[in-house]
């Protein structure tokens, strides 16, 4: 099997729990790390063993080793760095979300396609083997025609206007950065044209949601998705179907057990796979399959669902009149 040789774009929080998960990862290689500090970049690359570093994103590209680059930079730059990216020759594993709007979206797609690359949106719970498992008992019919989903996720985070959680040049806000997961739940389990979208959201002094509400209508089902930075949750998922349903518990979007239920709410059947490494592992993986195939697109993260997504998001927005610098 042939190493597939990865960059990582961009140094931060995110950058840090994907390089580990590199390090335990057969078939992967921690190849080159880029940042705009050249001794970040170098820090980087001591501390997870990455084999070249590079002082600015140009000088990364033009590496002809490089496999794949994943781009761990905020949202607001992930347009940007997708583009460079795949002008450049190269495949990528975008951080989530993966742009700030379908319109961004639909040019980063129009590139990877007119380039013949690889691009996939790295929504790692989409590839987690809990996550397939759920989907495995709907699509089994375990829980029957599913009707309904409760999901959340907040996480408390202290206002700090440093912060990119809560600057919009960066792409901040609840919505791009917490509800993507329950949104990407609905969308797989329910579908992803719902008839009607209705949401609230709780806008903040610099112009971005702290906390929102979101009500998926399918007409014989709907999601209710909560997500924010202002209180914690649960961060549970449940999702009801008239012979059953199946469970999510705490921090659903990375959970390593999922529970099945029948329509008496009897447990039935649990799934528990603990991680390898962290869960990016799976993530990992399937770029790693993608590209020894030569495919240009995850079955796993096709391009359609992270679209449907983005366009839900997009919508959302647009009701609460929220937008980002420069739209």
């Given at each position: 099997m042939?190493?597939?040789?990865?960059?990582v774009?961009?140094?931060?929080?995110i950058?840090?729990?994907?390089?580990?998960?590199l390090a335990?990862?057969?078939g992967a290689?921690?190849y080159?790390?880029?940042?705009?500090?050249?001794?970040k970049?170098?820090a980087f690359?001591?501390?997870?063993?990455?084999t070249?570093?590079?002082?600015?994103y140009n000088?990364l590209v033009?590496d002809?080793?490089?496999?794949?680059?994943?781009?761990?930079t905020?949202?607001?730059?992930?347009?940007?760095?997708?583009?460079l990216?795949?002008d450049n020759g190269?495949?990528?594993?975008c951080?989530?979300?993966?742009?700030?709007?379908?319109?961004?979206?639909?040019?980063?797609?129009a590139?990877a396609?007119?380039?013949?690359?690889?691009f996939m949106?790295?929504?790692?719970?989409?590839?987690?083997?809990?996550?397939?498992?759920a989907?495995e008992?709907?699509?089994?019919?375990q829980?029957?025609?599913?009707?309904?989903?409760?999901a959340?996720?907040?996480?408390?985070?202290?206002?700090d206007r440093?912060d990119?959680?809560?600057?919009p040049?960066?792409?901040?806000?609840?919505?791009l950065d917490?509800?993507?997961?329950?949104?990407?739940?609905?969308?797989?389990?329910?579908?992803s044209?719902?008839?009607q979208?209705t949401s609230?959201?709780?806008?903040?002094?610099?112009?971005?949601?702290?906390s929102?509400s979101?009500?998926?209508?399918?007409?014989s089902?709907?999601?209710?998705?909560?997500?924010?930075?202002e209180?914690?949750?649960?961060n549970?998922a449940v999702?009801?179907?008239n012979?059953?349903?199946?469970?999510?518990n705490?921090w659903f979007?990375?959970?390593?057990v999922?529970?099945?239920?029948n329509?008496k709410?009897?447990l039935?059947?649990?799934s528990?796979i603990?991680?390898?490494v962290?869960?990016?592992e799976?993530?990992?993986n399937?770029?790693?399959?993608?590209?020894?195939?030569?495919?240009?697109?995850?079955r796993?993260?096709?391009h359609s669902?992270t679209?449907?997504?983005m366009?839900?998001?997009d919508?959302?927005?647009?009701?609460?009149g929220?937008?980002?610098p420069?739209?």
């Amino acid at each position: 099997m042939k190493t597939v040789n990865f960059a990582v774009l961009g140094t931060g929080r995110i950058a840090h729990t994907f390089a580990e998960a590199l390090a335990g990862t057969e078939g992967a290689c921690a190849y080159a790390v880029g940042s705009r500090s050249e001794d970040k970049a170098h820090a980087f690359a001591e501390k997870f063993g990455f084999t070249k570093s590079f002082g600015s994103y140009n000088e990364l590209v033009k590496d002809k080793n490089i496999d794949v680059v994943y781009i761990a930079t905020p949202m607001s730059a992930h347009f940007e760095n997708t583009m460079l990216c795949l002008d450049n020759g190269l495949n990528v594993l975008c951080e989530k979300s993966a742009a700030l709007s379908v319109k961004e979206l639909d040019l980063m797609l129009a590139k990877a396609k007119e380039k013949g690359l690889f691009f996939m949106e790295a929504m790692w719970m989409k590839c987690r083997p809990t996550y397939l498992k759920a989907l495995e008992w709907l699509h089994s019919g375990q829980i029957g025609s599913p009707e309904y989903i409760k999901a959340d996720f907040c996480n408390l985070v202290k206002y700090d206007r440093s912060d990119r959680l809560f600057a919009p040049e960066c792409g901040g806000g609840a919505l791009l950065d917490l509800a993507v997961y329950p949104l990407t739940l609905a969308s797989d389990f329910l579908g992803s044209e719902p008839l009607q979208i209705t949401s609230r959201a709780h806008i903040g002094k610099d112009g971005v949601d702290l906390s929102n509400s979101i009500l998926l209508d399918y007409g014989s089902a709907f999601a209710s998705i909560d997500s924010g930075f202002e209180l914690p949750c649960i961060n549970r998922a449940v999702i009801s179907g008239n012979k059953g349903s199946i469970v999510f518990n705490d921090w659903f979007f990375c959970s390593s057990v999922v529970e099945l239920y029948n329509d008496k709410t009897e447990l039935i059947e649990r799934s528990e796979i603990p991680n390898i490494v962290n869960g990016y592992e799976y993530e990992i993986n399937e770029v790693i399959h993608c590209l020894e195939r030569g495919l240009t697109e995850s079955r796993l993260v096709p391009h359609s669902s992270t679209r449907a997504v983005m366009k839900i998001m997009d919508t959302c927005r647009t009701q609460w009149g929220m937008k980002y610098p420069g739209e």
